[in-house]
């Protein structure tokens, strides 16, 4: 099992260890970063600075072509559990300007650090183990795909506090659950291990080690032509409610743009001469849509 509690060799740190969410570039996979939650002693519970540098992240990365795959994960084996009310109520005037939305982007900062991570052009995996809770569970949710140990603990925590998921969490469920496993969960609180996650539809897939199985599935999709990904994964998005004529619409736009693109030549040409798809990653450029 990969050890989070201790420097990869593999990996090159570009943050400084008392940042509340790191970024590491892997040396060994061009273009896999890993993002982590790294509250120590906290279980990674979210605080509005958390908050903050999560969406101050993915706008980063967002803008970085060289990046293919994202990895979220939380430090010392457990994902994150949840918001810190304690550390967050000290300031009601912050909570306040946090929960103001930002006309642009149609978010506010609860919602933005979770939804930022769907606005990349690049897949992202997370890897859940231990606590996933409340805030965490939005977070994961906005992931492309979710990986669990079958022992972490997932739940939907608002409504132990008397509240409903407000980031993000309600678009995210409703994409993934069905309606009356959504509002059992919402209602009730009740803490789910992975097994049941994966069985409701929170998580994905159950593994022993959520974050090998994250970096296999990341190295795969990086051997793909980086504008088909990223155009997966926007039309996808794009068009998960629209109906069948405005998703013809959409694949037709999105091919055209493809089928001009560089990368997809090199693709086509790696094919047809059976090139293994190992060998295939350091032949594509850097990515050309958005």
């Known amino acids: 099992m990969t050890d989070q509690t201790s420097p990869d060799p ?3 740190e570009h943050a400084a260890t008392d940042q509340l969410v790191t970024v590491r570039h892997s040396e060994t996979t061009p273009g896999l970063v890993h993002v982590q939650l790294h509250r120590p002693g906290k ?18 990365l967002r803008r970085d072509r060289s990046v293919r795959a994202v990895i979220l994960s939380g430090f010392e084996h457990n994902f994150s559990a949840g918001l ?10 912050r909570i306040a300007a946090t929960f103001l939305p930002r006309p642009w982007r149609g978010t506010n900062t609860f919602q933005e650090a979770p ?5 990349l052009p690049v897949p992202v995996i997370a ?20 990986f669990t140990t079958p022992d972490a ?25 069905p309606i009356d496993v959504m509002k059992r969960l919402t209602m009730s609180g009740e803490i789910l291990s992975g097994d049941k996650a994966v069985e409701y539809g929170l998580a994905s897939e159950v593994v022993d080690d959520p974050l090998a199985a994250a970096e296999e599935l990341a190295r795969q999709i990086i051997t793909r032509s980086p504008d088909s990904v990223a155009y997966a994964k926007r039309v996808i998005d794009e068009t998960w409610e629209s109906g069948p004529r405005m998703t013809f619409v959409k ?16 693709a086509q040409k790696a094919a047809a001469k059976k090139i293994p798809a190992e060998k295939i990653a350091e032949k594509f450029r850097r990515r050309e849509v958005r």
């Open 10 to 12: 593999t990996v090159s």
């Open 115 to 119: 939804w930022a991570w769907r606005r």
């Open 84 to 93: 810190d009310f304690a550390s967050a109520l000290k300031n009601p005037g």
């Open 43 to 60: 279980l990674n519970s979210l605080t509005l600075d958390t908050l903050n540098q999560l969406v101050a992240t993915a706008h980063k």
């Open 153 to 177: 603990q997932w739940s939907v925590l608002e409504a132990k506090w008397g509240l409903i998921p407000d980031m993000s969490g309600i678009m995210t469920m409703k994409q993934v659950l």
């Open 127 to 146: 890897a859940v183990e231990g606590y996933c809770f409340g805030g965490g569970v939005q977070i994961a949710l906005a992931a492309d795909y979710r």
């Open 251 to 266: 694949e037709r736009l999105r091919q055209a743009r493809l089928l001009a693109a560089k990368n997809t030549r090199i």
